[in-house]
């Protein structure tokens, strides 16, 4: 995880995260919140009437933390549109075969390797 940027008391960055739901699905989403525990506590309680609401529990599966706010929304909107099989690629850390699993062979996957 990269060090966090505070600016007068405020979290600059955000998480990119990956839950896996009950029914083995997987919802990608994105927090500003500090606290990414708090985020999955909030998404398991049901208190954001989303995706994952019929399909509790959820578990995290995979986060990382970006600096800048605008580079995680970016990263969510495309591992959205990515394969069961690339996601779980993701999630393994195995960002050799990310490349690989693209509908188009594109390599230019914003994940970072930390």
Same mark, same amino acid.
């Given at each position: 995880?990269? +060090?966090?940027?505070?600016?007068?008391? %405020? %979290?600059?960055?955000?998480?990119?995260?990956?839950?896996?739901? !009950?029914?083995? &699905?997987?919802? #990608?989403?994105? &927090? =500003?919140?500090? *606290? +990414?525990?708090? =985020? #999955? &506590? /909030?998404?398991? /309680?049901?208190?954001?009437?989303?995706?994952?609401?019929? =399909?509790?529990?959820?578990?995290? #599966?995979? @986060? $990382?933390?970006? *600096?800048?706010?605008?580079?995680?929304?970016? $990263?969510?909107? /495309? %591992?959205?549109?990515? &394969?069961?099989?690339?996601?779980?690629?993701?999630?393994?850390?195995?960002? *050799?075969?990310?490349?690989?699993? @693209?509908?188009?062979? !594109?390599?230019? *996957?914003?994940?970072? @390797? @930390?």
């Amino acid at each position: 995880m990269r +060090l966090r940027e505070w600016r007068r008391g %405020v %979290v600059n960055g955000c998480w990119l995260y990956i839950l896996e739901c !009950s029914d083995g &699905s997987y919802y #990608v989403g994105t &927090s =500003r919140r500090d *606290d +990414l525990e708090t =985020r #999955v &506590s /909030q998404h398991n /309680q049901g208190t954001t009437p989303d995706y994952t609401f019929k =399909r509790r529990p959820v578990a995290l #599966v995979y @986060s $990382c933390y970006f *600096d800048k706010i605008t580079d995680a929304i970016a $990263c969510e909107r /495309q %591992v959205k549109g990515w &394969s069961r099989a690339k996601k779980e690629a993701l999630i393994r850390r195995d960002f *050799d075969a990310l490349p690989g699993l @693209s509908k188009r062979g !594109s390599k230019r *996957d914003p994940i970072p @390797s @930390s």
